[in-house]
Each structure stands twice: as structure tokens, then as C-alpha cells.
């Protein structure tokens, strides 16, 4: 069974920090991944994707990928209260495989 | 271009019937997956269709059921209900089905209560 792990939360972290975010997958041979953050009430939106092939920088968020160790991170950096949501991690193992979500972690920005 | 748009938004339903959710994907997509989301359980995967084909199931029971027809849109539905069926139902969509353009893009969601 294909697993995708966020690490346990919930997160705090004060205004202007950097917010550092993990996930864990079983599949080696997964090729993208995705960041969702999810405000409460409110449905995922992607904030971030990247391909097994490197890492990604997008404003203050950075997306990495350790494929020896299997994990991707996202990287929240000057951190705001606005960003005080649930962090969803997906992974796509390829073609005819479906998309798997880990549980997602919620993050706390603290002003 | 108009998001992926989910109907009805809220939903009352009482134990034993019946209920019918609808998904429009993005213009152009094609791809339309299916995800169940408590506070327990998070999000869970229930199926994806892909072309009127259903790709993937996940490990749901049979009262769960879907399709998707012609222009891409999605149903799926719910018999016999259980208080347990009380979520959040999430419906994506993306231009392919599976491989690295599988980007997929939520709609609203449909709130389901159970009584």
C-alpha cells in the first residue's frame, strides 16, 4: 500500500519565522508532488508542485525533495498569520496511478 | 477560466436515503477524482474517472457509486446513508489522469449531514 506521512503537529511558529513542513513516502518510484494548503471550512488549493527532477522555489515558499531519503519538505519562510492553515502533502507515483494525500498537518503562525 | 465548480454546497439527509452530488471539472479537463474528508480520517480517496472510465477505487463500499458522462462532468452517489457519511465530499480535477500533469484542482465541496 502506497503511504504518504506528515509528521505529527500541530506546528507553531512565531510571525517572520521560518515554518518547515515534512511528508514521507513509500512509493520510490513517485514522480510529483504537491503542496495543498487548506484554510478551515474551506477546500485544498495548491500552493505548489514540484517533479521528481528538483526542487522549487515559489515567493516565500520552497518545495525540496530528497528521493535517497524520500521526502519532500515545504519551507514557509517569513512566516505570517495568514499562512495559519492545514498543510496537505500528495504524491502521484505515475501514470495510472492516483493521486495519495497524507493527513495533512496544521500550522499555527503565531503574531 | 471558471474553476471546478460542485453542487449542491450543503446538504440535510436523514439515515436510509438516498443522495445524488454533482462536479463540473475545469474547461478542458478531463479528470475527475472523488475524496471523502472528516476530521478523523482526513482526506480518502473514492474514486477517479477519466474519459467516462473509472481508473481508480478506493476502499469504500458499494453504496458509494459514480460516473461521469460525456462532457466530463461527474456524479456520484451515496445509497442507503449512514450517519457515518456525514463529511465534507471534494471533488478534483485535472487535464490527464495520473503522470506528472496530474495537477489536481479542488472545487468547493458538497457538506453532507446525516441526521
Redesign the interface.
Known amino acids: 500500500q502506497k503511504e504518504v506521512e506528515q509528521n505529527s503537529g500541530p506546528l507553531s511558529v512565531p510571525e517572520g519565522a521560518i515554518a518547515s513542513l515534512n511528508c514521507t513516502y513509500s512509493d520510490r518510484g513517485s ?2 508532488f ?1 503542496w ?1 494548503r487548506q484554510y478551515s471550512g ?5 500552493i505548489m ?1 514540484i ?1 521528481s527532477n528538483g526542487d522549487k522555489e515559489d515567493g516565500r515558499f520552497t518545495a525540496q525533495l530528497n528521493k535517497a531519503s524520500q521526502y519532500v519538505s515545504l519551507l514557509i519562510r517569513d512566516s505570517q498569520p495568514s499562512d495559519s492553515a492545514t498543510y ?1 502533502c ?1 504524491v ?1 507515483a ?11 498537518i496544521t500550522l499555527s503562525v503565531r503574531p | 477560466k471558471a474553476g471546478v465548480t460542485q453542487t449542491p454546497r450543503y446538504l440535510i439527509k436523514t439515515r436510509g436515503q438516498q443522495v445524488t452530488l454533482s462536479c463540473s471539472p475545469i474547461s478542458g479537463h478531463r479528470s475527475v ?1 472523488w ?1 471523502q474528508q472528516t476530521p478523523g480520517q ?2 480518502q ?1 473514492l474514486f ?1 474517472y477519466f474519459s467516462e472510465t473509472q ?2 477505487k478506493g476502499n469504500f463500499p458499494g453504496r458509494f457509486s459514480g460516473r461521469q458522462f460525456s462532457n466530463s462532468r461527474s456524479e456520484m452517489n451515496v445509497s442507503t446513508l449512514e450517519l457515518g457519511d456525514s463529511a ?1 465530499y ?1 471533488c478534483a480535477s485535472s487535464r490527464v ?4 500533469g ?8 458538497t457538506r453532507l449531514t446525516v441526521l
Open positions: 514522480q510529483s504537491f495543498y474551506k477546500s485544498p488549493e495548491l508542485f517533479y496537505l500528495a502521484n505515475g501514470a495510472n496511478s492516483k493521486l495519495t494525500f497524507g493527513k495533512g | 477524482s475524496y482526513g482526506l480517496f477517479e481508473r481508480n465534507l471534494l489522469a495520473g503522470g506528472p496530474d495537477t489536481q484542482y479542488f472545487g468547493p465541496g
